[in-house]
């Protein structure tokens, strides 16, 4: 879009959808920062982010500071970045999952200031894993939020907000790919709003904050004395990471599918983590309150696998126990 330009920073393949959007609406877009390329894989190898290998597609500048505060740790990083800023000469900056705090010098540098991508109906999930925390916490809905930044944690204006379902079936992966093209579309909208000065913006509501804070990966154990419902919520909440693991037999199990099975009580012989059934249809391990029935499992090493073709290789039988300690 002929005269406004937009720097962008964002990091993961989230981002990287907006920025796609951004460039395919025609928006100038002179400058990208994204975090450090990163070690990944079995080869350990360094690899660039999403957004950073769609802006060399580009032949967009990047910039990959390790800090933008110009007071800390690294302050040679960030006023290389500030000098790149500057001449960019930008309108505004979309900030789309960057995974840096921009200082209060970055938030007043562009005119229009930053605007955030956040995957949340703010104030309900502040922070760094809405997606995740809205599927576990059994939320309905949640949608994406375009925000004017400030200094605070996603405390912002609001400025455009739209709604998605949440399916009984999403997995965090599923619900990030829909959010991740709602998010581009927002954007692009929010920013030929801005560019004839129609953005409005609205204070956040007091009520109904919560922070959706980091994924840690101890939190991934599953605690077979739950209830049914709680568990499933957080197999589809830790899917594609960390994923849901039990352990079986001294090794440990991932769990990427299961279904809540009925409200009944554990029954006297059959305590949390023990196997009730195991058939084509699903193992069903009894919980707190419930039966979890366990479609989709990985072993230690080996792939995901349906349960029914699982079981061909694995004699997980009614009476084995998951989730006791590992050897």
């Known amino acids: 879009m002929a005269g406004l330009k937009v720097v962008f920073a964002g990091t993961p393949e989230f981002a990287a959808v907006a920025l796609q959007a951004l460039l395919a609406a025609g928006f100038e877009v002179p400058l990208v920062l994204t975090q450090p390329d990163r070690p990944a894989g079995r080869g350990m190898k360094l ?6 290998q769609l802006a060399l ?3 967009i500048p990047v910039s990959q500071p390790l800090s933008l505060r110009l007071d800390g740790k690294y302050p040679a990083d960030a006023a ?3 000098e790149a800023l500057l001449a960019a000469g930008a309108d505004l900056m979309v900030v789309a999952a960057y995974g840096l705090i921009l200082p209060a010098w970055t938030l007043e540098l562009p005119r ?7 995957a949340s109906l703010l104030p309900r999930w502040r922070g760094a894993a809405p997606i995740h925390r809205a599927i576990e916490a059994g939320d309905a809905e949640t949608g994406i939020t375009i925000m004017q930044m400030d200094l605070g944690l996603d405390t912002g204006d609001m400025l455009l907000v739209e709604k998605l379902a949440i399916r009984p079936d999403d997995s965090t992966g599923a619900l990030h790919d829909r959010l991740a093209v709602l998010g581009g579309r927002l954007i692009v ?15 956040q509501p007091a009520e109904g904050v919560n922070y959706a804070y980091k994924i840690e990966k ?16 957080r197999v589809r909440a830790f899917n594609p990471f960390p994923g849901a693991v039990t352990s079986w037999q001294g090794e440990s199990l991932k769990v990427w599918s299961a279904v809540a099975e009925g409200d009944q009580p554990a029954c006297a012989d059959c305590p949390a983590g023990s196997v009730r059934s195991a058939d084509a249809d699903g ?3 009894q919980t707190g309150v419930g039966l979890l029935r366990l479609t989709e499992l990985q072993r230690a090493g080996g792939k995901r696998l349906p349960v029914a073709y699982f079981l061909r290789g694995v004699a997980l039988a009614p009476g084995a ?3 006791q300690p590992l050897a």
């Open 189 to 203: 909208e929010a920013l030929e709003l801005a560019a004839c000065g129609g953005l409005s913006a609205m204070p």
């Open 218 to 233: 101890a939190e991934a154990l599953i605690d077979w004395s739950l209830d049914a419902q709680t568990l499933a919520r």
């Open 57 to 59: 597609q580009h032949g």
């Open 80 to 82: 290389a970045a500030r």
């Open 47 to 52: 690899q660039a982010s999403p957004v950073k």
């Open 283 to 285: 193992v069903r391990v």
């Open 321 to 323: 126990r998951l989730g």
């Open 112 to 118: 229009l200031g930053c605007l955030n991508i956040h």
